[in-house]
């Protein structure tokens, strides 16, 4: 199976790890600045076969950071853009949309045991242990990604583990938590620039329930930093499911 689309993918992977992509199975939780861009990558660098959750809809705050959000579809679902942005990309890759809101109760629903990679990029912390717990006890490989708000060098991302992680607020809470079940590897996107303190601007109601639930304190973010976390996730997925073929 070879298609014009991704023959510049093919030059550099070849065929065969071109269709090895084309068959993997790829769970990504989060569609924000982080999960967006690892959408995209995904899909456009060959992944067959990805399935796709969130639970939230497109806001005017999510323009400045998130790949999928334009003025056209804010107040829709996150889940169907991303099935929409999909079929215009990559004919190829057959993308399966779940708006659910993550826990513990429903990860065996929308994480088959089938699948070879599961990316992490939701934002709360909660979620985060539980996907990760979930995934370390069915053996299924996953890549988490740790805080992108307040920072301004995307130079200073890395893939690494949550135990090498430095600067991050997130990362530290997580790998705390996660020692407490037991967990002391996992693979992380972070980045070891230290967190900038965001100004104070007066308070804007935002459209959209989820939205409201999550005004805690939000943090400042950039066009340009959690998408490069996306990226990264989505390059670090693809080069472990080639893994040694890639030699």
Do not use: W
């Not at 230290?194 to 104070?200: A, E, F, I, L, Y």
């Not at 976390?229 to 890639?246: C, E, M, N, P, T």
Request: proline residues 4%.
């Amino acid at each position: 199976m070879m298609q014009h689309e991704l023959r510049r993918t093919e030059m550099l992977l070849g065929a065969e790890n071109l269709e090895k992509l084309h068959q993997a199975k790829v769970v990504l939780l989060g569609l924000g600045g982080v999960g967006g861009a690892a959408f995209e990558a995904l899909v456009r660098g060959g992944v067959g076969h990805l399935t796709v959750v969130d639970n939230d809809i497109f806001t005017v705050s999510n323009l400045n950071r998130q790949l999928l959000a334009t003025y056209d579809n804010l107040g829709q679902s996150k889940v169907f853009a991303a099935l929409a942005r999909g079929k215009a990309i990559n004919r190829y890759c057959t993308v399966v949309g779940m708006e659910a809101f993550i826990n513990g109760e429903n990860l065996a629903e929308l994480i088959a045991e089938d699948t070879d990679y599961v990316i992490d990029a939701i934002d709360t912390v909660t979620a985060k242990l539980q996907v990760i717990t979930y995934c370390k006890e069915k053996n299924i490989p996953v890549i988490s990604s740790m805080g992108t708000g307040n920072k301004l060098d995307p130079g200073q991302l890395q893939v690494t583990d949550l135990a090498k992680t430095t600067m991050c607020p997130l990362a530290k809470v997580m790998r705390h938590e996660l020692r407490k079940r037991g967990i002391t590897s996992v693979k992380v996107v972070a980045s070891t620039e230290k967190p900038r303190v965001p100004h104070v601007l007066e308070p804007v109601a935002e459209e959209g329930p989820v939205s409201q639930m999550k005004k805690r304190s939000a943090p400042g973010s950039t066009s340009f930093v959690p998408p490069t976390a996306g990226f990264l996730l989505a390059g670090a997925v693809i080069r472990d499911l080639l893994g040694s073929d890639l030699d």
